[in-house]
């Protein structure tokens, strides 16, 4: 596997936003994309849209559908195309609880948590477990709906456990 860098988004691209990020490619020609790539995306889209940027509705979602073939599984793709389908009611944003938003910044804060894997790890275990005990406390679907906060989180600890990449970790013996 070749691990290249994408180039800045340009004018093909919404939003214009100057990104570096890695992605694992099968070949030169066909680059995959994996779901933390696609959530930053996706998450992006909606972040733009909320904020009342020149961006439509249909431009993110075909920014977001261009990605889709990209996507490592089937079951993968029908996910995201799922999240797609819902970007219009995602981009407006819904009145939630005190819970809801309490749920929020545990996982925005666990999210930027720093520290060794061991650390990030535990940082994100605890997360989950605090989402999930304010789900508890919630009523109807917003207990679904905080629950869902932790899938990020599972999705990152995923990563640190089992990197996408083959490159050998950095040493501390430098």
Not at 74 to 86: F, N
Not at 109 to 120: E, I, L, T
Not at 148 to 164: D, F, K, S, V, Y
């Amino acid at each position: 596997m070749e691990e290249v860098k994408l180039a800045p988004h340009g004018s093909d691209t919404v939003g214009g936003d100057e990104y570096d990020r890695r992605v694992h490619h099968d070949t030169k020609e066909n680059p995959r994309v994996d779901l933390v790539e696609f959530n930053g995306k996706l998450s992006d889209a909606v972040s733009r849209l909320r904020s009342g940027d020149s961006a439509s509705i249909a431009a993110e979602q075909a920014h977001l559908r261009a990605m889709l073939p990209k996507l490592e599984t089937e079951h993968d793709r029908t996910w995201a195309a799922d999240q797609i389908e819902d970007l219009p009611r995602r981009a407006t944003p819904a009145e939630h609880s005190e819970l809801f938003a309490e749920a929020l910044e545990i996982q925005a804060n666990a999210f930027h948590a720093g520290g060794s894997d061991q650390q990030r790890i535990a940082t994100l275990n605890d997360a989950c477990r605090r989402i999930w005990e304010l789900a508890d406390q919630a009523i109807g679907d917003e207990q679904v709906e905080i629950r869902a906060l932790t899938r990020t989180l599972e999705h990152i600890e995923q990563r640190i456990r089992n990197p996408p990449w083959d490159d050998p970790q950095p040493t501390e013996s430098r």
